[in-house]
């Protein structure tokens, strides 16, 4: 068994997961393993093993590897107090694998005390309620959902997935030859009797063995299914058969409610207060066919590239067959520092401030953010508060210039010469470009722009929303080019 799965502890009292192996594609069914590793099996210490194609360690010119880290805050911490993280060449830091073997070829499951880490805080947070679950490494989530897919559908299958969706899931699905089948949405994402309704009437040539979701934080809607949602989503999934890959990156940054208007727009984020989080669909998953897909590129930094996929053994097994025949795992310095800043320098408690903070930062963003959509953007877009994330998902009031096919270009033509640019619908859109126009309200179709309120300076808030409101305006008033002020400005 690999080292980074869970051993079943028959004093908890779980049952195993359910084998839903016949949702397999029929390429990964069956027992999958290197055809290299088939041949010469596992050699042991005792053996002089002259097998392998591996550098020996001496030849690797990087003999430490130090970084400074910033501490989250806390009630008995200072703010921008900072670790030093130290990784030497042969021997192990603590609970961290040392230079040599972070930097050495290892098997499709990743560092050992990176998955460690990664299991143990699946378990504090998550807690699975079946006893062979595990950890894997992954290159971040758009790696994670073209394997994950891999296993449920070939070549002209289709997946349910959200009616707006992230796009790197649609390139990946685009680009796998499977069809998204487009759920219906609402103000907390997809709608469990949409989707059960679209299994009952499915008169494509295969049934759909998987869904696809973004269930916190959902790109590019901002939408968060609230408990009972997931629950309903999961008792759909039980009833008709169906696999969940759970696309979870924005799961630590759901954030408390707006405050009132007379209220400081810093609202509850003080960053030592704790927050109840929406229980996950793993949470949920007494089966075992949820298969959960973690990111740190939200919540520590994106080109680390590393992330982590929770699910039943035997689907672990199959995705470390499809990790040793593409990216192997994760690069080994980037777990290392994880696994060294996790593990051996903030834990747990240090983990979860840092969290906390993000929550905050986030929270504020936000906050201010929507504020300035109400003083600029009124009666010009209309939106639901995200409650996770770092998405605006605002429908565009163009008035009579919606009808016309080329007023989304237009628009965002317009956003050009005024110097702001926001992403529109179209690349969303798992219906495809014919249908991007839908959905309609009285005949008229709804257009919409997704804004990121993360990078940007909060400062920038302001001046990027009257350039919006100016190209908007510009677009459903009489077609005139805007009256824009420099992009500069």
Same mark, same amino acid.
């Not at 394997?147 to 699905?173: H, Y």
């Not at 996929?309 to 980037?334: R, V």
């Given at each position: 068994?690999?080292?980074?799965?869970? !051993?079943?502890?028959?004093?908890?009292?779980?049952?195993?997961?359910?084998?839903?192996?016949?949702?397999?594609?029929?390429?990964?069914?069956?027992?999958?393993?290197?055809?290299?590793?088939?041949?010469?099996?596992?050699?042991?210490?005792?053996?002089?093993?002259?097998?392998?194609?591996?550098?020996?360690?001496?030849?690797?010119?990087?003999?430490?590897?130090?970084?400074?880290?910033?501490?989250?805050?806390?009630?008995?911490?200072?703010?921008?107090?900072?670790?030093?993280?130290?990784?030497?060449?042969?021997?192990?830091?603590?609970? !961290?694998?040392?230079?040599?073997?972070?930097?050495?070829?290892?098997?499709?499951?990743?560092?050992?005390?990176?998955?460690?880490?990664?299991?143990?805080?699946?378990?504090?947070?998550?807690?699975?309620?079946?006893?062979?679950?595990?950890?894997?490494?992954?290159?971040?989530?758009?790696?994670?959902?073209?394997?994950?897919?891999?296993?449920?559908?070939?070549?002209?299958?289709?997946?349910?997935?959200?009616?707006?969706?992230?796009?790197?899931?649609?390139?990946?699905?685009?680009?796998?030859?499977?069809?998204?089948?487009?759920?219906?949405?609402?103000?907390?994402?997809?709608?469990?009797?949409?989707?059960?309704?679209?299994?009952?009437?499915?008169?494509?040539?295969?049934?759909?063995?998987?869904?696809?979701?973004?269930?916190?934080?959902?790109?590019?809607?901002?939408?968060?299914?609230?408990?009972?949602?997931?629950?309903?989503?999961?008792?759909?999934?039980?009833?008709?058969?169906?696999?969940?890959?759970?696309?979870?990156?924005?799961?630590?940054?759901?954030?408390?409610?707006?405050?009132?208007?007379?209220?400081?727009?810093?609202?509850?984020?003080?960053?030592?207060?704790?927050?109840?989080?929406?229980?996950?669909?793993?949470?949920?998953?007494?089966?075992?066919?949820?298969?959960?897909?973690?990111?740190?590129?939200?919540?520590?930094?994106?080109?680390?590239?590393?992330?982590?996929?929770?699910?039943?053994?035997?689907?672990?097994?199959?995705?470390?067959?499809?990790?040793?025949?593409?990216?192997?795992?994760?690069?080994?310095?980037?777990?290392?520092?994880?696994?060294?800043?996790?593990?051996?320098?903030?834990?747990?408690?240090?983990?979860?401030?840092?969290?906390?903070?993000?929550?905050?930062?986030?929270?504020?963003?936000?906050?201010?953010?929507?504020?300035?959509?109400?003083?600029?953007?009124?009666?010009?877009?209309?939106? !639901?508060?995200?409650?996770?994330?770092?998405?605006?998902?605002?429908?565009?009031?163009?008035?009579?210039?919606?009808?016309?096919? !080329?007023?989304?270009?237009?628009?965002?033509?317009?956003?050009?010469?005024?110097?702001?640019?926001?992403?529109?619908?179209?690349?969303?859109?798992?219906?495809?470009?014919?249908?991007?126009?839908?959905?309609?309200?009285?005949?008229?179709?709804?257009?919409?722009?997704?804004?990121?309120?993360?990078?940007?300076?909060?400062?920038?808030?302001?001046?990027?929303?009257?350039?919006?409101?100016?190209?908007?305006?510009?677009?459903?008033?009489?077609?005139?080019?805007?009256?824009?002020?420099?992009?500069?400005?």
């Amino acid at each position: 068994m690999s080292p980074n799965v869970t !051993t079943p502890d028959a004093s908890t009292a779980l049952p195993m997961a359910k084998d839903l192996s016949e949702l397999f594609v029929p390429s990964m069914r069956g027992q999958l393993k290197s055809a290299f590793k088939s041949v010469m099996g596992n050699p042991t210490l005792a053996m002089i093993n002259m097998a392998g194609g591996v550098p020996h360690p001496s030849t690797f010119p990087i003999t430490q590897l130090r970084a400074s880290v910033r501490s989250p805050s806390s009630p008995s911490a200072p703010r921008n107090r900072e670790s030093t993280l130290e990784l030497a060449k042969s021997c192990r830091s603590q609970s !961290t694998e040392s230079l040599d073997e972070l930097l050495q070829y290892g098997d499709g499951c990743g560092i050992d005390s990176y998955c460690a880490f990664l299991r143990r805080y699946t378990q504090r947070v998550h807690r699975p309620r079946y006893a062979d679950w595990g950890v894997i490494a992954s290159c971040g989530n758009t790696d994670a959902i073209g394997k994950a897919v891999s296993l449920f559908c070939e070549p002209g299958d289709a997946i349910l997935v959200d009616r707006w969706t992230f796009p790197g899931a649609l390139s990946s699905l685009v680009s796998a030859k499977v069809l998204p089948a487009p759920v219906p949405m609402d103000g907390e994402g997809m709608i469990p009797e949409a989707l059960d309704d679209i299994c009952q009437t499915w008169s494509g040539a295969a049934p759909p063995r998987a869904i696809y979701l973004v269930p916190t934080g959902q790109n590019p809607t901002g939408t968060t299914m609230s408990l009972a949602r997931r629950k309903a989503i999961y008792a759909v999934a039980q009833k008709r058969n169906l696999a969940i890959i759970e696309d979870d990156p924005y799961y630590f940054l759901q954030l408390p409610p707006v405050p009132l208007p007379s209220h400081s727009p810093r609202g509850a984020e003080r960053s030592d207060q704790a927050q109840d989080l929406v229980p996950s669909l793993l949470s949920l998953d007494v089966d075992g066919r949820v298969i959960r897909l973690d990111s740190f590129s939200k919540i520590l930094a994106p080109n680390l590239r590393c992330g982590w996929i929770t699910a039943p053994t035997y689907i672990l097994d199959k995705i470390q067959i499809l990790n040793e025949s593409t990216i192997l795992q994760p690069s080994g310095l980037s777990q290392g520092l994880i696994s060294k800043l996790l593990n051996d320098t903030w834990g747990f408690d240090g983990w979860e401030a840092h969290l906390r903070e993000l929550r905050a930062v986030y929270t504020l963003r936000r906050n201010l953010f929507i504020q300035a959509v109400d003083r600029h953007l009124a009666g010009l877009v209309e939106y !639901t508060v995200p409650t996770a994330g770092m998405f605006l998902w605002m429908k565009v009031n163009l008035g009579s210039a919606a009808a016309d096919p !080329t007023a989304m270009p237009r628009l965002l033509g317009a956003m050009k010469k005024c110097g702001v640019m926001m992403a529109p619908d179209m690349p969303f859109s798992s219906t495809g470009p014919s249908a991007a126009m839908e959905p309609v309200t009285d005949g008229i179709p709804e257009r919409y722009l997704r804004a990121a309120f993360a990078l940007v300076d909060i400062d920038m808030f302001e001046p990027a929303l009257k350039r919006l409101a100016q190209a908007i305006t510009s677009v459903s008033d009489a077609h005139s080019a805007p009256a824009c002020p420099p992009a500069t400005s």
